[in-house]
């Protein structure tokens, strides 16, 4: 089973928040690292953009396939992380630590409440498995 830490909320489409008063840091999950395979690049959002929850906002690329990366919280990216563009794998090695991929300045703190919690994401993997 991957590693799906309890403090973090998650997307049904595997990308992962941790939310620090009104910022997100937002990932991918370990489950979608492992099935994506090893990465060989990932397309953040451009820092200042205003994302929507839902929206595709980043591209992430294996030795496997392509795949979009969804927003979580609606707001503007405020940082990303740009270890990334030259070291894709970290999200392979780290995914909840130095894999992160973009923080956002979150416009509507109720949207929180409608992410997954770590039970109910563990749910949803076993459900693919």
């Known amino acids: 089973m991957s590693n799906v830490p309890s403090e973090l909320k998650f997307l049904s489409s595997h990308e992962w928040v941790l939310i620090e008063g009104d910022v997100a840091t ?3 999950s370990d489950y ?3 099935s994506l395979g090893d990465l ?3 397309e953040l959002p451009e820092v200042g953009s205003v994302i929507a929850a839902g ?3 980043a591209v992430i690329e ?3 396939a392509a795949s979009d990366s ?3 919280v609606s707001g503007e990216v405020i940082e990303v992380n740009s270890e990334l563009e030259d070291s894709p794998e970290r999200i392979n090695d780290d995914p909840y630590g130095d894999g992160w991929m973009y923080r956002v300045k979150m416009e509507d703190l109720d949207e929180v409440g409608e992410l ?3 039970d109910a994401y563990i749910d949803k993997i076993a459900d693919e498995e």
Do not use: N, R, T
């Open 26 to 28: 937002v990932g991918v």
């Open 70 to 72: 969804y927003a979580p």
């Open 32 to 34: 979608a690292q492992e």
């Open 55 to 57: 929206d595709s906002v």
């Open 116 to 118: 997954l919690d770590a």
């Open 62 to 64: 294996s030795v496997k």
């Open 40 to 42: 060989v690049f990932v």
